[in-house]
T-cell receptor, first 114, second 112 residues
Framework: KQEVTQIPAALSVPEGENLVLNCSFT??????LQWFRQDPGKGLTSLLL?????REQTSGRLNASLDKSSGRSTLYIAASQPGDSATYLC?????????????FGQGTILTVHP | AAGVIQSPRHLIKEKRETATLKCYPI?????VYWYQQGPGQDPQFLIS???????DKGSIPDRFSAQQFSDYHSELNMSSLELGDSALYFC???????????FGPGTRLTVL
């Protein structure tokens, strides 16, 4: 059974810092890995999708990497802003017969203070 | 751009009542997923549909059922509601099964 762990559980940084969020998973047989952002009480916004054959994806100030062999992904946020404050979730679409189903980590609560 | 639409956005029910949640996927998306997110929890997969057929099933109680209709919208039916069913219910859709899943705003169900 796929297990997804995110570290740290919470992170507070001053505006302008570069930061890294970590996601680890136990089963490397995945189709893809997706990073989401969730504001309190709101829906999930997809940030980046990395297919299993890819090593990284970039969108603006965000860069996500994937290392299947070590079961790790990182989300790098450059020049953080107060508007980046949210919960960041990584989710995996595993292989086998469960394709389509996403398994989520518990999330990292990010606070960027001015 | 069109997004996933869920209705209602908020729903309050009494124990043992029934509830129906609706999901309208992004146009041309033929795959729909349902997730449940309890307070302070990560989303848990319930069930998914591809081309109107159930494609995968997660930890969905027997009291819940779902289907996808000919216009690709989906409904999640929940019966004999329990206090523990109070949660945010998300619907997501994708163009293909292994493609990016786009989530709707969710339906917040409160069971009293």
């Amino acid at each position: 059974k796929q297990e997804v762990t995110q570290i740290p559980a919470a992170l507070s940084v001053p505006e302008g810092e570069n930061l890294v969020l970590n996601c680890s998973f136990t089963d490397s047989a995945i189709y893809n890995l997706q990073w989401f952002r969730q504001d309190p009480g709101k829906g999930l916004t997809s940030l980046l999708l990395i297919q299993s054959s890819q090593r990284e994806q970039t969108s603006g100030r965000l860069n996500a990497s994937l290392d299947k062999s070590s079961g790790r992904s990182t989300l790098y946020i450059a020049a953080s802003q107060p508007g980046d404050s949210a919960t960041y979730l990584c989710a995996l679409e595993s292989g086998g017969t469960s394709y389509g189903k996403l398994t989520f980590g518990q999330g990292t609560i990010l606070t960027v203070h001015p | 751009a069109a997004g996933v639409i869920q209705s209602p956005r908020h729903l309050i029910k009494e124990k043992r009542e029934t509830a129906t949640l609706k999901c309208y996927p992004i146009p041309r998306h033929d795959t729909v997923y349902w997730y449940q997110q309890g307070p302070g929890q990560d989303p848990q997969f319930l069930i998914s549909f591809y081309e109107k057929m159930q494609s995968d099933k997660g930890s969905i109680p027997d009291r819940f059922s779902a289907q996808q209709f000919s216009d690709y919208h989906s409904e999640l039916n929940m019966s004999s509601l329990e206090l523990g069913d109070s949660a945010l219910y998300f619907c997501a859709s994708s163009l293909q099964v292994t493609d990016t899943q786009y989530f709707g705003p969710g339906t917040r169900l409160t069971v009293l």
